[in-house]
């Protein structure tokens, strides 16, 4: 479901918005939000719901690892899209996982016209690290269908 009041889907977003996120706001386009609900010094898998305001995007990146690693996303509120590198965007909705594997080049995001929410987790691997890229243009994000 899409949510362009903020009112609305707060209500929705059963994780929280949290707090703007400024440590990384260079890699995106608009405004996101971070919460984090897992603590790093108590496990070493950390999960974070990340809020993003409609139109909100992140740059391309690229979870590097030798072995292991990648990423996941729970997407739990609102709209958004994920895409890798040379493939066709997925439409994102609420209860869906997308499985995002080490080395691979992709972004993710809000549509422009929904609040949108996903719990990102980190995958555990060896000698990981993020690569961030170039920004999604505006071309390519407004050229952007629904199914």
Partial sequence: MKYLSYEDFEIANMFGKGTPNEAFSQYFIGNSYLNPLTEPKETDLFLANVTFEPGCRN???IHKSSSGGGQLLICTAGEGWYQEKDKAAISLTP???ITIPANVK???G????SWFSHIA???PGENTSNEWCEPVSDEEYNNLEED
Avoid: L, R
């Fill in 59 to 61: 740059n391309w990146h």
């Fill in 95 to 97: 209860g869906m996982v």
């Fill in 106 to 108: 992709h972004w993710h």
């Fill in 110 to 113: 809000a549509k422009k016209d």
């Fill in 121 to 123: 987790i980190e995958v």
